[in-house]
């Protein structure tokens, strides 16, 4: 009875031990399964690659000169400019009233010059015609006057006829009459004379006026015409032919200078923009230029943009151009 116990006893633990060791089989492989390294994150690539657009660093804007409506445009966006270029003529109706009535004046001073100057020449020849016959009658009334005289002393002393003195002394006062109307004949057409030559001095002298009137009307008009005060290329135009223009447009007209100084503008995603941070050094390179690229750096970001600058060292890079530009990014 007691060997029975035994062997049961035996096998109760045998039993257990058999649970034990399959229990610690089972926990084995769960054990393995959580210890397992965790799948590491994706590396950040240290550039990224954006497409920019080429545009100069320094932009001087040109507005309009006065204000009026846009007449003509002379320039395109992309094309070269010299420094003095007509640019652009701006409309401006009063100032071309203006101009316009002060040229119908100074004709209309001008031809009363003319005709004053034409009247003047004839008033001259009439006083010069009028002066001879006064010379000359001025000369028959003096030896008349003589022959009279001669004859009034021969008659007194008896020693002429008195039919004789009395056709002296009227032939006399026919010269006396004729010399004293021809010398007042001489007398006003030289008054006329001195009178045209006052008019046409004050005619002269309201052309010279109107003259300088015209002078700066046609100034102010021409002030209606824009002009390049440099030499660049233009990289902005506003407005079309017809609207309205004013003095305060200031970005009317814009142009690029100092063309060795470019920059290249980014319009990278949030993500991509988080990753950029100005000093970043950058590498330009345009598809249609040889080489690895241009240097450059990150100059700002604004707004959602970013601002590479570079330095070009070829006429041939222009702003316009597209280009691709890589970003050393930590």
């Known amino acids: 009875m007691r060997a029975k116990w035994v062997v049961i006893s035996a096998s109760v633990v045998l039993a257990a031990l058999v649970g034990i060791a399959a229990t610690i089989l089972?926990?084995?492989?769960?054990?393995n399964t959580q210890a397992a390294p965790p799948t590491s994150a994706p590396v950040a690539t240290p550039e990224i690659s954006l497409p920019g657009k080429i545009r100069p660093q320094v932009v001087i804007n040109v507005a309009p000169p006065l204000e009026g409506t846009i007449g003509a445009f002379f320039v395109e966006v992309g094309q070269e400019v010299f420094e003095g270029q007509l640019l652009a003529r701006i409309g401006n109706e009063g100032l071309e009233t203006g101009r316009q009535a002060a040229q119908r004046e100074l004709e209309s001073a001008q031809a009363r010059v003319n005709a004053?100057?034409?009247e003047a020449i004839a008033a001259r020849l009439e006083a010069s015609r009028a002066q001879a016959d006064s010379s000359?009658?001025?000369g028959e009334y003096d030896r008349l006057e003589k022959a009279y005289q001669r004859q009034k002393m021969l008659l007194a002393e008896g020693a002429t006829p008195k039919l004789t003195h009395d056709k002296a002394a009227q032939e006399f006062e026919t010269a006396q009459s004729e010399f004293r109307n021809l010398e007042k004949v001489a007398a006003n057409a030289e008054a006329r004379v001195q009178e045209i030559v006052k008019r046409l001095d004050a005619e002269k002298r309201t052309v010279a006026e109107k003259s300088s009137e015209l002078e700066s009307a046609r100034a102010q008009t021409a002030?209606?015409?824009l002009v390049s005060p440099v030499s660049g290329i233009i990289v902005g135009r506003n407005g079309e032919v017809g609207q309205p223009v004013a003095p305060d447009k200031g970005d009317f007209i814009q142009i690029g200078t100092q063309l060795s100084q470019l920059e290249a503008v980014l319009d990278p995603d949030p993500p991509t923009l988080?990753?950029?941070?100005?000093?970043?050094?950058?590498l330009v390179v345009l598809a249609d230029q040889a080489g690895e690229g241009l240097t450059g750096s990150v100059k700002a970001i604004q707004g959602n943009q970013v601002i590479v600058v570079f330095t070009s060292p070829s006429s041939?890079?222009?702003?316009?151009?597209?280009?691709?530009?890589?970003?050393?990014v930590n």
């Open 26 to 31: 089972l926990r084995a492989p769960a054990k």
């Open 136 to 138: 000359r009658a001025r």
């Open 316 to 328: 041939a890079i222009k702003p316009g151009m597209t280009a691709q530009v890589r970003i050393k």
């Open 223 to 225: 002030a209606t015409e």
């Open 116 to 118: 004053l100057d034409s």
């Open 274 to 282: 988080r990753r950029i941070q100005p000093g970043q050094a950058a």
